[in-house]
């Protein structure tokens, strides 16, 4: 079953060839490394809107050194007894997660509002159907997906409830309290544990929590990791410079992940 939306004329689009295209003769051709790019043009608010491509690099590379593979095993595991068909991971990034989920589920959709993540990502899992897009228009039809994942990425509320089945979920992985806490202890004068429990209540309205889990794995990075860990996140271009640079001249840093599972059933 197709699940695909034209992000134009919101009707479905069927694959012909290598071009996705709809009955009001929208097309959108696949590119190369595998992907399709349904961002048009005005729903951009930037040329290059989304992760650049350094921090999508240095995503690349810490993710592969496994040292968030906790998170991604007790991701899998929560599909695993979900159970279910499809899924739409929002903001799938360089595809780490999604690359793991795929293998739980008959169809998997990867949307990123990044070409240059989704380009990288394209090239891990061919079974998926990867795609530049935006959670503001999110690529899908209707009432056609199962279950929405959002990992450290944003929840955009009303499209999520358009897309999921009545009987949908939501998954969202956000930091817990205790989350690279001493890095950011490191790199900020002041620092305030995270909030999680604020996504249970923006979503209460329309979304019934099923379940929590919280995840803790700690790390001993040495150095080359530590600065991809920095770069990866916000923090890169929100911190002073002289902090960084003392913070990336240590040789290894111990630190601790914790990772805020939520899943949500449609009410």
């Excluded at 040329?47 to 991701?75: I, W």
């Excluded at 969202?172 to 996504?199: C, G, I, N, Q, S």
Aim: with cysteine; charged share 25%.
């Amino acid at each position: 079953m197709n699940l695909l939306m034209c992000p134009v004329c919101r009707e479905a689009l069927k694959l012909d060839e290598r071009t996705w295209h709809c009955e009001n003769n929208h097309s959108y051709d696949v590119a190369k490394q595998g992907y399709v790019n349904l961002h048009v043009v005005q729903h951009k608010h930037s040329k290059n809107p989304g992760d650049t491509p350094e921090s999508v690099q240095a995503r690349r590379a810490f993710l592969s050194a496994g040292h968030y593979a906790p998170l991604q095993q007790a991701v899998v595991q929560k599909i695993r007894e979900l159970r279910v068909e499809n899924l739409l991971d929002i903001g799938c990034g360089e595809g780490y997660y999604t690359n793991a989920m795929q293998a739980e589920v008959l169809q998997c959709v990867g949307v990123d509002i990044a070409k240059n993540a989704v380009q990288v990502a394209a090239k891990l899992n061919k079974n998926i159907t990867w795609v530049v897009g935006t959670g503001a228009t999110l690529p899908v039809l209707d009432h056609s997906i199962d279950l929405c994942t959002s990992l450290f990425s944003p929840i955009p509320k009303d499209e999520i409830l358009r897309v999921l089945k009545p009987t949908g979920h939501l998954m969202v992985v956000t930091p817990a309290p205790e989350h690279l806490y001493t890095m950011r202890e490191a790199l900020f004068e002041e620092v305030k544990p995270h909030e999680p429990h604020k996504f249970v209540e923006q979503l209460a309205a329309d979304f019934e929590l099923e379940s929590e889990q919280v995840v803790d794995a700690d790390m001993l990075l040495p150095q080359q990791d530590l600065k991809h860990l920095i770069a990866m996140t916000p923090y890169a271009y929100k911190v002073k410079a002289e902090r960084r640079d003392a913070l990336e001249q240590q040789d290894q840093f111990k630190l601790k992940a914790q990772y805020q599972i939520y899943v949500f059933k449609k009410k």
